[in-house]
């Protein structure tokens, strides 16, 4: 079972996965985009009513005007799936940049999460409503669990199959909607009075065009579920294929082909959006869009029971909650492609979180709790996944515009972010509800990375160590003798301090004076990483022979030198320290922040944690 579970490329890992053409990807993030149309024509008429079509076509605007020139930068800057996270992580320095990373996060797992259940759920709706259904079915919580937990087979199985899955599900779904709006633009134009009675409708809303206009950017945040979508499409930029040429650090081919899956699904979507409030809004009663009207959460799949008879109706009703329940595995895909990215390189998260299987598992999981914990109800949801959205874009938007400041581009992407702003502060002011459970998310989240963070704080976490070659003649030197390494923290590193050192050392150690001796001084680094390389570099001070190096941790530093000496003399090293005056317990907070502090014990604890065997670990004094 360990094997099956870690078997397969790493999760978020941009080498290993396997990649697929552009426009497969696109039905893997289409199945959330393109499934907005089971339910954003309802949404649409009961946030705006006859005003639908109008905030619509306001939403197709910002879709191709402001979301989509956004994401292509995005997509271009973190060509690995990081997304705007990353651009953020660069702005902001060390520990800011770590705390920004995990709020952030926090929204994430909001969206894609709530994308998963959410979905499910309305899934589980047009599944219960459906007149075929048995009355013995109407459980929608055992329901929409059992979507969830199908939905995590097919990723247990693979990505190939998710795929596989996605366009099939989508090709048939566009298929259909296809036939479905050109037999509603049919019935409009065989019922010549309904765009007359919609226009009379419509100004009697508001008297003027631009009352009409200043109405629907009122109304237009709660249409923003239409923009989903955008993320995961560069989140999953990973499945992408590119060029066979492609510089791995920066594949232009990548970002081509990502680039146009953005444009090819915003295109396609803002046709059918406007198709299908249109239709919607001139061909259903008002009233059948209310709570309990046949047309509420499923005004498509009522045109075309009406219009196309029950065969078709049905078949639509299927290719809709496929879809729907299908609609998870964009977030799902993304969710592996973006989380294992951040937590486990920063030691915020088990290394085994790096594995697919069983973060399919832990996601799945959670899904099935948030799903008891809401009762499998669509509108309970609504809220965090609109607020998990549109901070999302908010922050990709607003990154955008920070990387281009030095340009005029700052311009038109200060406005673009400004949109992203409004929208999300009026969906937060009409449903707060969605940030107190993203603010859940991100507090766990949180919690739980810090944690882990101080578990897994005596880790080794040098990845590698590099000496440059007089360090590695400094060590050669002493081969056959015997390496014994000084731990020193500098202050003028002159002669006389190393004079001073030395003759300590040898006192506090009862060290005999023709012993050699191996200064070496651990600067402080990025205390907010957590794995690192290790550069040793050899300085000749007087007669004193120095390592010097720089490292998030210092005591992990030291423990990896001492290994890496341990590996390449063939003998065992001996490192020797002075004791640390102080309280332990203000030490070992300021370790796990600055990664620094009592450095004997903790070396030593990282040695043993490493190396099982007492034996074969370098020595370690204190004197």
Request: overall charge neutral; charged content about 15%; glycine content about 8%.
């Amino acid at each position: 079972m360990k094997r099956w579970l870690f078997a397969g490329p790493m999760a978020g890992s941009s080498h290993g996965h396997e990649t697929y053409p552009w426009w497969k990807v696109m039905c893997l993030t289409g199945v959330d985009y393109f499934s907005t149309l089971g339910y954003q024509p309802g949404i649409a008429f009961l946030a705006a009513g006859a005003l639908s079509p109008i905030a619509t076509c306001l939403l197709v605007f910002v879709t191709l005007f402001v979301a989509l020139p956004v994401y292509s930068q995005i997509a271009e800057r973190s060509p690995h799936g990081q997304g705007s996270i990353q651009i953020l992580e660069e702005l902001l320095p060390r520990w800011k940049g770590k705390l920004a990373v995990l709020v952030l996060l926090g929204f994430a797992f909001t969206d894609f999460v709530i994308t998963i259940t959410l979905s499910a759920a309305d899934a589980t709706a047009h599944i219960i409503h459906n007149p075929f259904t048995p009355a013995w079915a109407d459980h929608p919580v055992g329901v929409t669990l059992a979507l969830l937990a199908l939905l995590g087979l097919v990723f247990l199985s693979g990505f190939r199959e998710a795929i596989g899955i996605a366009v099939a599900i989508v090709v048939t779904y566009l298929l259909l909607n296809t036939i479905l709006l050109t037999t509603e633009i049919v019935q409009i134009a065989t019922h010549p009075e309904a765009l007359p009675a919609w226009r009379r409708a419509l100004f009697e809303t508001r008297g003027t065009p631009w009352g009409i206009v200043a109405l629907a950017l009122l109304v237009f945040p709660k249409l923003a579920l239409g923009l989903s979508g955008f993320e995961t499409g560069v989140a999953v930029m990973p499945l992408v294929r590119g060029d066979a040429d492609d510089d791995p650090l920066y594949p232009l081919g990548r970002i081509r082909n990502t680039r146009r899956l953005l444009v090819t699904a915003a295109l396609l979507m803002s046709v059918f959006l406007i198709g299908s409030s249109f239709a919607t809004t001139l061909l259903i009663p008002a009233v059948d869009f209310e709570p309990g009207g046949p047309a509420n959460g499923r005004a498509l799949a009522y045109l075309a029971h009406r219009y196309l008879g029950p065969v078709f109706g049905t078949v639509y009703d299927l290719s809709t909650i496929s879809i729907l329940w299908f609609a998870g595995a964009s977030a799902m895909a993304a969710l592996l492609n973006l989380v294992p990215r951040y937590l486990p390189p920063y030691g915020m998260a088990p290394d085994w979180a790096r594995a697919t299987r069983p973060l399919v598992l832990v996601f799945i999981a959670i899904t099935f709790a948030v799903t008891i914990l809401f009762e499998a109800n669509v509108d309970a949801q609504g809220g965090a996944y609109a607020t998990g959205v549109l901070v999302l874009m908010t922050s990709a938007s607003a990154a955008v515009t920070i990387s281009h400041r030095a340009s005029a581009w700052r311009f038109p992407y200060g406005l673009m972010t400004l949109v992203f702003v409004y929208t999300t502060v009026e969906n937060v002011r009409e449903r707060p509800d969605g940030v107190k459970i993203a603010a859940f998310f991100i507090v766990s989240i949180m919690v739980t990375s810090l944690l882990s963070r101080a578990i897994r704080s005596t880790e080794l976490r040098v990845t590698h160590v590099h000496l440059d070659p007089a360090a590695e003649a400094f060590v050669a030197e002493d081969r056959g003798r015997g390496v014994r390494i000084i731990a020193h923290r500098p202050d003028r590193r002159t002669a006389d301090e190393y004079d001073r050192k030395e003759q300590q050392a040898r006192d506090d150690h009862s060290l005999d004076q023709g012993e050699p001796l191996i200064f070496l001084e651990v600067t402080q680094g990025d205390a907010s990483a957590f794995e690192d390389d290790l550069e040793v570099h050899g300085h000749l001070v007087g007669r004193h022979r120095v390592l010097r190096c720089e490292s998030p941790a210092i005591p992990n530093a030291i423990a990896g030198l001492l290994l890496h000496i341990r590996d390449t003399s063939g003998g065992m090293p001996q490192a020797y320290f002075g004791w640390t005056e102080g309280n332990p317990v203000f030490y070992v907070l300021k370790y796990l922040a600055f990664g620094e502090g009592d450095t004997a014990p903790v070396t030593r604890e990282v040695l043993r944690k490493f190396v099982k065997n007492p034996l074969e670990r370098p020595r370690i004094h204190v004197g």
